[in-house]
C-alpha cells in the first residue's frame, strides 16, 4: 500500500475514532500529572495536526494542535514553537477493521499525552511541559515531576524542528 494511502487511511481512522468515541467524552475528573499539568479542557475542539504510525509499539496516533500551535504550524514558525502551543497525542493500538482485514484502525486506547510551550516555566526541559495519562482509566504517567525529563531527552532527537517530531500533514 502506498505511504500516502496509509497516511490518509490512518488520519481517517483516527479522526473517527477522535471525535465518535464517547468513552473519551465523558467529563470524568482526572487526576493531573505529577509535575502539576492537566489536561486541558477543550482539547478534543483542537485541530489535527499529523498522525504517526509506530511500528515498535505497534501503535496508531493522532496528534492535535490548539490554535497558537495551528496557526504556528501552518505559517512554518515553529523553531522555536510559540509560547502558548499545546500538542495533543492520543495513541491506540493496532487493531484489524472487523469487515476489511486489510485495514489497520485504532483499537485500545493506551495513553494520551500533552506538550506545552512556556519557555520560562519549562526551561529545564528545553522550553516544553510534558505530561501523559494511560488508558481509558486516564491514569496520571510518571512517579514523580521528574519523569518529564525522561520525556525531553526523546524529544532531543528533533532539537532541529523545535523538539517537536510531528509535521503538519500535508492536505491539498
Known sequence: MPDNLILKSALIAALFMTMSAPALSREA????APNGI????DYKTWQPLGVS????????RII??????TKA???GKTNPWPDGSM??????????HPNFAAATVPGELTHVEFMIRDSKKFADTNGWGYARWLGM???????????AQECSTCHLQAKETGYVFTRKAPLP
Open 87 to 96: 500538542l495533543a497525542k492520543l495513541a491506540w493500538k493496532d487493531s484489524t
Open 38 to 41: 492537566a489536561i486541558p479542557k
Open 137 to 147: 482509566e486516564q491514569k496520571p504517567y510518571g512517579n514523580d515531576a521528574g519523569f
Open 73 to 75: 504550524a501552518t505559517e
Open 64 to 69: 492535535l494542535a490548539n490554535p497558537i500551535a
Open 53 to 60: 504510525h509506530r511500528t515498535d509499539k505497534d501503535s496508531l
Open 29 to 32: 475528573t482526572v487526576a493531573p
